[in-house]
């Protein structure tokens, strides 16, 4: 990990902020071919970007409106603390594809025309494999300009599903789920509280519906902001100030079957215009 101070700024046009990096980070972080992908802090704050290069060795990193309001940068030259690291994305990709090697039942198709919500589960427990099959479903979700804001917190701990089933009568399901995934979306890294939330609802869909294609079961719990239950999540799983917990999937191995009900209606489609 490189840490350096540096100037942020505006560029040359007056349209981009941009960090001016210190070094030639295809040498640093020994990148000689493509797109240098680096994560790190900015005065404490985690970003996620890429490296552009101007020619000669040269490179900036350009901050976004979520990023420069999070550091406080009002348009005016400021010297902040940085620290950079590279992210070998491909490395990352071979890692997850070993952990995640579990079979799915179904095609995308049949497993989106037969998910049901699920609340009652057997005994059975669900393996580490399953439940790291699904946090990378939910990974690959797509986000607004790829900022991948999600968070999930896994909650196996039968006290803590205990304690949140009984204090919210719409999560009863987690008494006897084998485990639940809160879906909280970090603030810093993505400012635009619409693009919060739909990101991390589409992450919240992909992660039901590998729920659904590993013969598991499972159901969305909505949380409401400003209520009591929130309150209570956010004092069980020790969440800091830049997470919004957004939802809570219960998971488990089914004890229901439920029968299916048509989905489709012509009313609701409409082509060019209303």
């Known amino acids: 990990m490189e840490q350096f101070d540096a100037l942020i700024k505006k560029d040359g046009s007056g349209r981009l902020t941009i960090v001016e990096i210190p070094f030639n980070a295809k040498e640093v972080f020994h990148k000689p071919k493509g797109t240098v992908y680096v994560s790190g802090t900015i005065n404490g704050i985690e970003y996620r970007s890429k490296l552009l290069s101007r020619g000669n060795g040269k490179f900036v990193m350009v901050l976004d409106k979520a990023m420069q309001k999070s550091i406080g940068f009002h348009g005016q030259e400021m010297t902040a603390n940085i620290t950079m690291s590279s992210e070998d994305l491909e490395s990352v990709a071979g890692k997850s594809d070993k952990i995640t090697d579990v079979k799915c039942g179904l095609d995308a198709f049949t497993a989106i025309k037969t998910r049901q919500s699920i609340r009652k589960f057997t005994a059975k427990p669900v393996s580490q494999d399953m439940v790291s099959a699904i946090l990378y479903a939910g990974m690959c979700a797509p986000t607004a300009k790829d900022k991948r804001p999600y968070h999930f917190i896994v909650i196996r701990d039968r006290c803590v599903l205990s304690i949140l089933a009984r204090y919210n009568s719409n999560a009863a399901m987690l008494e006897h789920s084998a485990g639940a995934i809160t879906v909280c979306g970090d603030k810093n890294r993505e400012g635009i509280k619409e693009f919060l939330y739909a990101d991390c609802a589409a992450a919240a869909q992909n992660i039901l519906l590998c729920i659904h294609g590993l013969g598991l079961g499972g159901v969305w719990c909505g949380v409401v902001p400003n209520s009591d239950w929130r309150k209570l999540l956010i004092e069980q799983l020790a969440l800091p100030n830049k997470l ?31």
């Open 244 to 274: 919004e917990p957004i939802s809570v999937i219960a998971f488990g191995w089914p004890d229901e079957e439920k029968e299916l009900c048509p989905r489709w209606e012509t009313a609701k489609v409409h082509y060019d215009k209303w």
